[in-house]
């Protein structure tokens, strides 16, 4: 996990914009804020977890699938992980 670490300033930033939103989500509903904002500010968080994920899916496909001096087992065993967390993404 190595690359992560490389990314872990930006990455964090990603989740603690997300834990905000999620707390304007919070008190939107506890406020009675409009359906309109609050299904705007559920929107925004869904998005911001897509981007957050593609950066993953991303850095682990260019790490574990694609970096030069891979065994095929390792290949293998990176594109697995990578299409698991797909498939549970997807649902």
Known sequence: MAHLTQ??????????????QAQALERALEGETDC?????????????VHGLMD?????????????????????SQGLEEVLEAIRRYAK
Do not use: F, M, W, Y
């Open 7 to 20: 990314d872990k300033d930006a990455l964090l930033k990603r989740i603690r914009r997300i834990s905000g």
């Open 36 to 48: 309109a904002k609050t299904l705007h500010l559920a929107a925004a968080i869904r998005g911001a």
């Open 55 to 75: 950066e993953l899916i991303e850095a682990h496909a260019r790490e574990h699938v694609a970096r030069p001096g891979l065994t095929d087992s390792e290949r």
